[in-house]
């Protein structure tokens, strides 16, 4: 068959039209499925990819803010923070530049010519702290910093954010609390002055940026969070510190803490760190423990302590069970000193103290902290347990002397003691019968009339004026007894029975 014929022949016509068929069905099938979604091609891919993209940009928007937040605080904190430069002036004898055997062949010369060799002369040691403006009057501004900061410095140097220099003065000092105050005086006016904030009211997680000068590196400022509050500090220091992971190191001591506002709440004043470097454990002084310091040191020129005249101490579980004390937070009363103003306003040894002027107190350091930042001559209220029973009582405050002063009046503390129950664990340690019973010296304070009537730790008192001694309340009771002025107490030491009197 030749092709013209094929072309019109019936099997090509029937070739043809299924062909025309399939490429109809299939067109058609093509925009069916493509139209499904009434989306544009263009549109399509958009679309697939609008979920990932809004949360990136939210993200994104989240840390601008963030960032945002950090610089304004960062301009708000600098220019109030200061580097302090300190020096201490010593005079040491500087050693003989010719040394032996020439000091030992020409004496005579060495003694009457020595050329200045072997003489006293005087060496200048640099240290390098921050410190906080938190005051003007007039052309007086005032730094806040660390008592340690200063230490004994001759020469204190304040550089400001801005490079310019000033020569400071120490104000005051004091070490309790490790804070120092200095002066420098400027015509300039225009120098910030820092925002204190409220410390009671951070929280930890609370964002917080750290300022100072650490390892001299001006200016500079971490960020982290507060990562615990009320922390204890170094011995003899009666802060609840700040505790954050804010990189603090040397250089940043005195330098502010500053919460996400820019207000300061706290003083940074030493880390924990094995290394000697940042570890992510600094501390800081609540900046509320530090306001009333700052009044004291303008007007006095040092810190007034409220003194309430005890010896204090925390309780535990098995404490509280014998003196009939539900609750273990509060500060125990172990001795009280004569004639104090605890004594007249008839708090006891052996009494818990829960409240102070309504407030309650969680901790011996607490009520530390609350008697010292009463003022002087004030009336303050004291809520007490005293075996079980709740009790006001109505203390006026005295002022604090200093603690060579305290000292000196061991005497006066009664009973210048501090026992403990006589538990299963204390008797198999000393060897003592299961059925003994009495109270454990822990510890007896030196200079008072118990240690010098002979009682030392580790005794046993077994009875008081001839009264067995059961429980730790029976102790406290008994000693606690006013109408009595002298007191008998027999106790064991190493098995072996001993009396003595002592006067209250």
């Known amino acids: 068959?030749?092709?013209?014929?094929?072309?019109?022949?019936?099997?090509?016509?029937?070739?043809?039209?299924?062909?025309?068929?399939?490429?109809?069905?299939?067109?058609?099938?093509?925009?069916?499925?493509g139209c499904s979604t009434d989306v544009k091609p263009g549109e399509r891919a958009q679309a697939q990819t609008t979920t990932g993209t809004s949360a990136n940009d939210a993200d994104t928007s989240t840390a601008i803010s963030l960032q945002n937040s950090f610089r304004s605080v960062a301009n708000k904190a600098l220019p109030v923070v200061v580097e302090l430069k300190v020096v201490e002036i010593r005079q040491q004898r500087a050693?003989?530049?010719?040394?032996?055997?020439?000091?030992?062949?020409?004496?005579?010369?060495?003694?009457?010519?020595?050329?200045?060799?072997?003489?006293?002369?005087?060496f200048r040691s640099?240290?390098?702290?921050?410190?906080?403006?938190?005051?003007?009057?007039?052309?007086?501004?005032?730094?806040?910093?660390?008592?340690?900061?200063?230490?004994?410095?001759?020469?204190?140097?304040?550089?400001?954010?801005?490079?310019?220099?000033f020569t400071a003065t120490l104000v005051g000092k004091d070490p309790r609390k490790d804070l120092a105050l200095v002066m420098f005086e400027s015509e300039q006016g225009n120098i910030p002055i820092a925002e204190l904030g409220d410390s009671d009211a951070t929280q930890v997680g609370d964002w917080v940026l750290a300022v100072g000068s650490p390892f001299g590196f001006v200016s500079?400022?971490?960020?982290?969070?507060?990562?615990?509050?009320?922390?204890?500090?170094?011995?003899?220091?009666?802060?609840?510190?700040?505790?954050?992971?804010?990189?603090?190191?040397?250089?940043?001591s005195g330098g502010a803490l500053v919460n996400i506002h820019g207000e300061v709440v706290g003083i940074n004043t030493w880390i924990a760190a094995p290394t000697g470097g940042s570890?992510?454990?600094?501390?800081?002084?609540?900046?509320?423990?530090?306001?009333?310091?700052?009044?004291?040191?303008?007007?006095?020129?040092?810190?007034?302590?409220?003194?309430?005249?005890?010896?204090?101490?925390?309780?535990?579980?098995?404490?509280?069970?014998?003196?009939?004390?539900?609750?273990?937070?509060?500060a125990f009363i172990h001795n009280v000193y004569i004639d104090s103003p605890a004594d007249k306003g008839?708090?006891?040894?052996?009494?818990?103290?829960?409240?102070?002027?309504?407030?309650?107190?969680?901790?011996?350091?607490?009520?530390?902290?609350?008697?010292?930042?009463?003022?002087?001559?004030?009336t303050a209220t004291f809520e007490i347990n005293r075996f079980g029973n709740t009790r006001t009582v109505n203390?006026?405050?005295?002022?604090?002397?200093?603690?060579?002063?305290?000292?000196?009046?061991?005497?006066?503390?009664?009973?210048?003691?501090?026992?403990?129950?006589?538990?299963?664990?204390?008797?198999?340690?000393?060897?003592?019968?299961?059925?003994?019973?009495?109270?454990?010296?822990?510890?007896?304070?030196?200079?008072?009339?118990?240690?010098?009537?002979?009682?030392?730790?580790?005794?046993?008192?077994?009875?008081?004026?001839?009264?067995?001694?059961e429980t730790i309340e029976d102790f406290y009771q008994l000693i606690g007894d006013e109408s009595i002025d002298e007191f008998k107490f027999s106790y064991l030491r190493e098995g072996e029975k001993y009396f003595t009197g002592i006067e209250r």
């Open 1 to 33: 068959m030749n092709q013209r014929k094929l072309f019109y022949s019936k099997k090509f016509f029937l070739f043809n039209l299924v062909l025309v068929g399939i490429l109809v069905g299939f067109t058609l099938s093509f925009v069916t499925f």
């Open 95 to 122: 050693p003989d530049s010719r040394g032996w055997p020439w000091d030992f062949l020409f004496p005579e010369e060495e003694n009457n010519n020595n050329n200045g060799n072997n003489q006293e002369r005087e």
């Open 126 to 165: 640099q240290g390098l702290g921050s410190g906080v403006i938190v005051r003007n009057e007039g052309n007086k501004y005032y730094i806040l910093t660390n008592d340690h900061v200063v230490g004994e410095a001759d020469e204190i140097i304040a550089v400001l954010n801005d490079g310019n220099e």
């Open 220 to 252: 500079s400022v971490t960020a982290g969070i507060v990562s615990a509050k009320g922390r204890s500090g170094p011995q003899g220091n009666i802060s609840d510190f700040i505790q954050t992971d804010a990189a603090i190191n040397r250089g940043n």
């Open 279 to 330: 570890v992510g454990l600094g501390f800081s002084i609540p900046i509320n423990n530090a306001k009333k310091t700052i009044d004291d040191f303008i007007t006095k020129g040092k810190v007034e302590y409220g003194w309430l005249g005890v010896t204090v101490g925390d309780v535990n579980q098995e404490l509280a069970e014998e003196l009939g004390i539900e609750e273990t937070k509060g």
């Open 346 to 378: 008839g708090i006891r040894p052996g009494d818990f103290i829960t409240q102070i002027n309504g407030e309650t107190v969680s901790s011996r350091d607490e009520v530390v902290r609350k008697v010292g930042d009463l003022e002087a001559g004030d």
């Open 395 to 469: 203390v006026k405050i005295g002022e604090r002397k200093d603690s060579e002063e305290i000292l000196s009046n061991q005497k006066k503390l009664w009973p210048g003691m501090i026992v403990v129950p006589l538990n299963e664990e204390v008797r198999k340690q000393l060897e003592l019968d299961n059925s003994q019973n009495g109270v454990l010296v822990a510890n007896v304070d030196r200079g008072t009339k118990t240690y010098i009537g002979g009682i030392r730790n580790y005794d046993v008192i077994t009875s008081v004026n001839d009264e067995k001694i």
